[in-house]
């Protein structure tokens, strides 16, 4: 059999732009790993109805998230959730800036290594947590996934205007509301 898998990504965009892009990354088959969404009825408080709670798996993501992009001077997470089966974040590059003076882009990073793509800031971020899933599968005794954690591929769109971005930025706030 002949299997050419088509790509989602915009024919010919520069994806190291400096840009916000809309990212959904979802386990695979869709299996629900991070936690849940609290309900009513008196089986949660409160506080923390409609509202993700995460387990264990879902506590890691977080923290694995928030080391990523803290740690990467050229991107930048500006909003995410974690559902009980996907991630939903606006990550911003910033490898380039706008040098005033002759109003050109001048690359920020040194040598001759590229600028990181959409691409490879998603691939990456799906190893370093599959890698610690599996760490934890063997330490912790954590679920074991079938061959893979992730979807193979991820969602993105870029965002083109501010109406946009508040939209989205809406959208993942209030996704454990819609997702009840």
């Not at 939903?88 to 040598?111: L, P």
């Amino acid at each position: 059999m002949d299997y050419h898998r088509r790509s989602i990504r915009l024919d010919g965009f520069d994806y190291s732009n400096n840009r916000y892009y809309f990212v959904t990354v979802c386990c695979q088959n869709r299996e629900k790993i991070f936690g849940e969404i609290g309900v009513g009825a008196g089986l949660v408080p409160a506080l923390m109805e409609n509202k993700m709670i995460l387990n264990d798996v879902g506590i890691m993501v977080k923290k694995i998230i928030l080391e990523y992009f803290n740690k990467n001077k050229l991107i930048f997470l500006d909003e995410f959730i974690i559902m009980s089966d996907h991630i939903h974040m606006i990550v911003v590059i910033k490898n380039k800036f706008i040098n005033n003076d002759v109003n050109d882009e001048i690359n920020t990073r040194a040598g001759t290594r590229p600028a990181p793509t959409l691409g490879m800031i998603m691939g990456e971020f799906k190893s370093i947590i599959t890698n610690e899933y599996i760490k934890n599968i063997k330490e912790n005794n954590w679920p074991r996934f079938n061959k893979r954690l992730w979807q193979r591929n991820y969602y993105e769109r870029i965002i083109r205007n501010e109406k946009e971005y508040l939209m989205i930025k809406k959208y993942i706030k209030d996704n454990p509301i819609n997702k009840k």
